[in-house]
């Protein structure tokens, strides 16, 4: 499966602020401190970091293919016109897994670390060929005895323009070593 199409406006992720030793989260992902702009561990509370990608027609039939989704508004362009969305749509699970790995790419950037928890809720459909901005902002982060390591709570979105197709919240653990 191609990787999606990173928007151009976006530059890469900035490697300095984060540290030589911590490779970049790739084409498309922009991250803001929660710090007054200083260089900061990226996991602090009000950070925030997004990435922004575009799937193309193939792309959405080929994950629902992959993935066995069979539901003809994410492989039948003649069904789908004739839907409320007026087209094809990619499926839920696949706005829900690049969210969820975007989450988790972008958490464990500095630390290793397992996600505990997700919970989604589907609002809108994403659409071929337009602007998707996945975006995840720390709300919390405490340390914890059991289990031994860092929680890091956070609320994410996916939408487009004008409109979420949807949201999410997450609970990480991070530990010294897995």
């Not at 499966?1 to 030793?21: H, L, N, V």
């Not at 749509?89 to 897994?97: E, L, M, R, Y």
Request: contains cysteine; hydrophobic residues 40%; proline residues 7%.
């Amino acid at each position: 499966m191609k990787t999606p199409t990173p928007c151009s406006d976006i530059s890469p992720y900035d490697k300095a602020a984060r540290g030589a030793k911590h490779q970049p989260l790739g084409p498309g992902v922009r991250a803001r401190g929660g710090s007054g702009g200083q260089a900061a561990p990226m996991l602090v509370k009000g950070h925030r970091f997004e990435r922004r990608l575009r799937w193309t027609r193939e792309e959405i039939v080929e994950f629902a293919t992959l993935v066995e989704d069979s539901n003809p508004l994410h492989h039948d362009d003649a069904y789908a016109e004739g839907t409320r969305f007026g087209g094809l749509i990619a499926s839920g699970a696949q706005s829900v897994a690049y969210l969820m790995a975007f989450c988790a790419s972008a958490a464990t950037a500095e630390n290793p670390g397992v996600g505990l928890e997700f919970n989604f809720k589907l609002v809108g459909p994403a659409k071929p060929g337009e602007e998707i901005t996945l975006a995840w902002e720390v709300i919390s982060v405490e340390q914890s005895e059991r289990p031994r390591g860092t929680i890091v709570t956070l609320e994410g979105e996916a939408s487009a323009p004008g409109r979420r197709i949807l949201t999410a919240t997450a609970r990480t653990l991070l530990v010294p070593s897995l």
